[in-house]
């Protein structure tokens, strides 16, 4: 009986997910609605991207994967419709929808039950939830200061720490949220407290807890310094979950609680030069487990003036730091914060910012006015050998540390196209994998491969 009613809340959603997108197909259509009687903006997308993997999936690496298929070609489909209602110079209310849905892809559903939440938390699929659904109010108390408040997107900087993950089906991070800014110029400092949701296909989002809690300092100051401009982004993050889900070393369950201290400094001090430079420490506890972790990115570019197609050629190294000793009560792996992974360490997905050692070369060129093309190289170790590879930390995962730290190399090619049709863009690109020692020990030595095609519509409109 109670796998019959999940099985009808899904249909019940999915089959209103169908009707949303429907009745956003008609409005983007029809973009000369007459809503002339306030200041109503509308928003609207529509997003299809087909991917293609070879020897892997979203938990998995090789030809004969635990769960799931090893050669996939799926389709995600993603609709977001937003209506703002400006009343008043200072007020503005947002409500919007959105649908994520995916066809034919290789692992089932239950391959995204999360024990730990008691709920599936899935990438993919998501039926019909709120999206960017708030009130915000402007200059409070006759100053700079702002509120926002509901459903919303929080993103930061290169999206390193706060990112929402917009690669994703449902997108990585969306939050129920406070936040208060200040806002001076160019100069910002935002507090909030918020928790983000879980994209469970199955239950609407307000009936069912959140996933993480955040209480988060995160500011931004631009510095005049001959001349140039030097940015710094000072933050201080609180990331909690109450419930003791956690499992520690000693095998005992508790809570979870996490500090983080950081600092993002940018700038172009010669013509054509640039760089970024992050760090993070992370404290606090992991059940009994006490935390000491952190985490870093450099990176470095050129683009030389005056050459046809536009060259830029950069180099990066991202690291976060491992666990050490798995017996010893202390965890070392640091987590990543709320950060973007999809443009970060590969475009496979198959690294996240945890026990990572990550070199990167860069070339980009745009042959064309709209043409653009990325070419990425990567290099992969583990940060400690006895940490896990965090594609799937339950399967790969050498206590001994005798298969070494090598996880592979990783070759991009991404290409974009602004169409000339209006709010229409098309991405498209292919990656190569050749695992490393650790990968052929613990997973398959097969090389993978990947592609995608995109096409990604985008209506914005006004009426006064």
Same mark, same amino acid.
């Given at each position: 009986m109670k796998a019959m009613r999940r099985k009808r809340n899904m249909l019940r959603r999915k089959y209103a997910g169908g009707l949303l997108l429907a009745v956003l197909l008609i409005l983007i259509a029809d973009s000369s609605m007459a809503l002339a009687e306030h200041r109503v903006k509308i928003k609207a997308g529509i997003r299809y991207r087909w991917e293609y993997q070879d020897r892997f999936n979203q938990k998995y690496y090789g030809a004969d994967p635990p769960e799931g298929k090893t050669d996939n070609g799926f389709l995600l489909q993603r609709a977001r419709f937003v209506i703002g209602f400006q009343p008043h110079g200072d007020i503005y209310l947002s409500a919007g929808l959105q649908d994520s849905r995916a066809y034919n892809l290789a692992l089932a559903d239950r391959a995204f039950y999360n024990p730990r939440l008691g709920l599936y938390h899935n990438p993919d699929k998501d039926y019909l939830e709120p999206f960017d659904t708030y009130l915000e109010l402007k200059n409070l108390f006759a100053c700079r200061l702002s509120l926002k408040a509901?459903?919303?997107?929080?993103?930061y900087g290169d999206k390193r720490i706060f990112g929402p993950g917009e690669w994703g089906n449902t997108g990585r991070y969306i939050w129920d949220a406070v936040k208060v800014s200040y806002r001076s110029g160019k100069n910002f400092i935002d507090a909030f407290y918020g928790k983000?949701?879980?994209?469970? *296909?199955?239950?609407?989002? +307000?009936?069912?807890?959140?996933? !993480?809690?955040?209480?988060?300092?995160?500011?931004?100051?631009?510095?005049?310094?001959?001349?140039?401009?030097?940015?710094?982004? #000072?933050?201080?993050?609180?990331?909690?979950?109450?419930?003791?889900?956690? =499992?520690?070393?000693?095998?005992? +369950?508790?809570?979870?609680?996490?500090?983080?201290?950081g600092l993002r400094t940018y700038s172009? *001090?010669?013509?054509?030069?640039?760089?970024?430079?992050? !760090?993070?420490?992370?404290?606090?506890?992991?059940?009994q487990d006490d935390l000491d972790a952190y985490g870093y990115h450099v990176?470095?570019?050129?683009? *030389?003036?005056?050459?046809?197609?536009?060259?830029?050629?950069?180099?990066?190294f991202s690291y976060a730091s491992g666990d050490r000793n798995p017996a010893d009560g202390k965890r070392g792996t640091f987590d990543?914060?709320?950060? /973007? =992974?999809d443009k970060m360490y590969g475009r496979m997905n198959l690294m996240d910012w945890k026990?990572?050692?990550?070199?990167?070369?860069? +070339?980009?060129?745009? #042959?064309?006015?709209?043409?653009? !093309?990325? /070419?990425?190289?990567?290099? !992969?170790?583990?940060?400690?050998?006895?940490?896990?590879?965090? +594609?799937?930390?339950?399967?790969?995962?050498?206590?001994?540390?005798?298969?070494?730290?090598?996880l592979g190399w990783e070759l991009d090619i991404v290409g974009k196209y602004p169409t000339?049709?209006?709010?229409?863009?098309?991405?498209?690109?292919?990656?190569?994998?050749? *695992?490393?020692?650790?990968?052929r020990k613990m997973a398959d030595n097969s090389e993978a491969n990947w592609c995608f095609l995109q096409l990604y519509y985008r209506f914005a409109g006004a009426c006064l």
């Open positions: 509901g459903r919303q997107i929080i993103a983000n949701i879980i994209h469970d *296909p199955e239950k609407l989002t +307000l009936g069912h807890r959140h996933f !993480f809690g955040c209480l988060a300092i995160y500011s931004h100051f631009r510095l005049p310094v001959k001349e140039k401009v030097l940015c710094l982004e #000072p933050f201080l993050i609180r990331k909690f979950d109450n419930h003791d889900n956690f =499992r520690g070393e000693d095998l005992r +369950l508790g809570d979870f609680a996490s500090n983080y201290y172009s *001090p010669f013509p054509g030069l640039d760089y970024d430079l992050t !760090f993070v420490w992370q404290s606090g506890h992991w059940a990176m470095a570019g050129y683009r *030389p003036a005056g050459m046809p197609w536009k060259p830029r050629a950069s180099v990066e990543g914060v709320f950060g /973007a =992974r026990n990572l050692q990550d070199a990167q070369v860069n +070339l980009e060129f745009k #042959p064309g006015n709209r043409l653009g !093309f990325k /070419a990425e190289l990567h290099k !992969f170790w583990l940060a400690e050998a006895r940490d896990a590879w965090y +594609l799937n930390q339950k399967f790969y995962r050498d206590k001994s540390g005798r298969y070494g730290k090598d000339p049709l209006r709010g229409l863009d098309v991405q498209f690109g292919y990656g190569h994998f050749w *695992p490393g020692r650790f990968v």
